[in-house]
């Protein structure tokens, strides 16, 4: 079994964003040079999420408004976790709703997708740096 | 290490079905001759979930009010997605709540299952050919 | 490749608890000598989920208000899933939201986590004993 890992930066200009990272693990995947097995993606922060879905603006816009509409960013003050100094309750939320993870399977040596799959990273918490984790596992 | 893959299709005759696939996942297994590591099974499509939960009657149909009361269908104007002449913004949504895909354990040759475990295929934009994979990864 | 299965239970003394198992996981990655590979951790039953988020006692609060308002555990006539005489419906729905699994890196030995990472097991619906699978998979 051949593995390998490689770390993903963010800095995102604002707090929310949502960033189609597909091609970033097809090359990682390449790079491991793994022909079958399988590919875990995951945020390695607590307040972002990794997750598949389709690359169109409305789809990520309604994306954010049911997030928001779910655990709205304000008042501050509804999240007990805010009570620390903080004021990112609502992305912790936010984040589960939308997954930590995802798994991908590698067949050929490529994401092994159906026609619309596309991995984003998403922000909840931005304007500093964060990391993505990936992880080939595999031969 | 070995791999095997192989995909399920589904034709669903309305909108929103849940189906239970557990058999014809652990039939997968069997065929691979895997006795331990993991076994991905993904939606290969974005508008559909793979997830796991009881098989009951009742609790299927409360799982579509929740997702049809937190995302409705209608009106379809709702969401910007649907300005793409589509009509299935609200599916994009439930299949993130729901999630994209499972990763479960194979333990002497088998799914390593707790007593009420099942694997579900939910749709919620059917009524037209679509994919599950199955991505079995061991020895 | 290699291989290791462990499992961990719990009897919470309420409906609705969270616990820490970081360090549980950590164990059980060294026992299993890998030193490249995947874990995974899930729930072994229907009404719990595995997540991965901060240990804040605050955020925690948040989580279980947040739950409790989307899927309230009373009435309990308003799920469907309670006509069978049981009176978790709303326990199936807490778990779909917080997710089954989590599926973890292992590098050099370890669990491959970003600063705040914890892992968590959060029961629903306890008051009897109920399990988590851990399945160490890699070199």
Same mark, same amino acid.
């Not at 619309?116 to 031969?139: C, H, N, P, S, T």
């Given at each position: ?5 490689? #770390? ?14 597909? %091609?970033?693990? #097809? ?7 793994? *022909? ?8 390695? $922060? ?8 389709? @690359?169109?603006? &409305? ?5 954010? @408004?049911?997030? #928001?509409?779910?655990? =709205? $960013?304000? =008042?501050?003050?509804?999240?007990? $976790?805010?009570?620390? &100094?903080?004021? %990112?309750?609502?992305? $912790? ?5 939308? &997954? /930590? #993870? ?15 799959? *596309? ?5 909840? @918490? &931005?304007?500093?740096?964060? /990391? ?8």
């Amino acid at each position: 079994m051949k593995s390998h890992r490689q #770390e993903l930066w963010f800095n995102t200009p604002s707090r929310r964003n949502y960033i189609n990272i597909t %091609n970033q693990v #097809e090359d990682i995947i390449k790079k491991s040079g793994i *022909q079958e097995g399988l590919c875990l993606v995951n945020a390695m $922060h607590i307040t972002a999420s990794v997750y598949i879905n389709d @690359d169109e603006s &409305g789809l990520i816009q309604d994306y954010d @408004d049911f997030l #928001e509409k779910l655990a =709205p $960013h304000e =008042p501050i003050s509804q999240y007990r $976790h805010n009570n620390t &100094g903080e004021d %990112n309750g609502d992305a $912790h939320i936010k984040r589960q709703l939308m &997954g /930590r #993870e995802v798994v991908v399977a590698i067949s050929n040596g490529s994401l092994d997708f159906g026609p619309w799959e *596309q991995i984003f990273y998403a922000e909840f @918490d &931005g304007r500093r740096k964060k /990391r993505v984790l990936v992880k080939v596992v595999g031969e």
